[in-house]
Nanobody
Framework: QLQAYGGGLVQAGGSLRLSCAASGLTFSIYTMAWFRQGPGKEREFVAA???????YYADSVKGRFTISRDNAKNTVYLQMNSLKPEDTAVYYCAARRFGSTWYEATSEYGYWGQGTQVTVSS
């Protein structure tokens, strides 16, 4: 089970940190990811982090967002800086157990959190 939280309303240029707590799985061996779904849009990949702590980002958030994990707390984070109105979306965390590359498709992840709303005002 994945539980995402930390969303809210923020002005453009501001920051938020999302958290996703995992339970019922061996967190340290999973690749963890964040996706988002804006109004009227499909769910899209944002960032991922492997068990090795290597990270991968969508071009749209590179340099502004940072994904990290704390295996002792079974939690993955998404630090979002320099937020833009186009970052407004419901943000979801996801988990994938195996894989030797980076996966951006939603179908590649077997576990999902419930989503947390991020709204960026202009």
């Amino acid at each position: 089970q994945l539980q995402a939280y930390g969303g809210g309303l923020v002005q453009a240029g501001g920051s938020l940190r999302l958290s996703c707590a995992a339970s019922g799985l061996t967190f340290s061996i999973y690749t963890m990811a964040w996706f988002r779904q804006g109004p009227g849009k499909e769910r899209e990949f944002v960032a991922a982090i492997r068990r090795s702590d290597s990270t991968y980002y969508a071009d749209s958030v590179k340099g502004r967002f940072t994904i990290s994990r704390d295996n002792a707390k079974n939690t993955v984070y998404l630090q979002m800086n320099s937020l833009k109105p186009e970052d407004t979306a419901v943000y979801y965390c996801a988990a994938r157990r195996f894989g030797s590359t980076w996966y951006e498709a939603t179908s590649e992840y077997g576990y999902w959190g419930q989503g947390t709303q991020v709204t960026v005002s202009s």
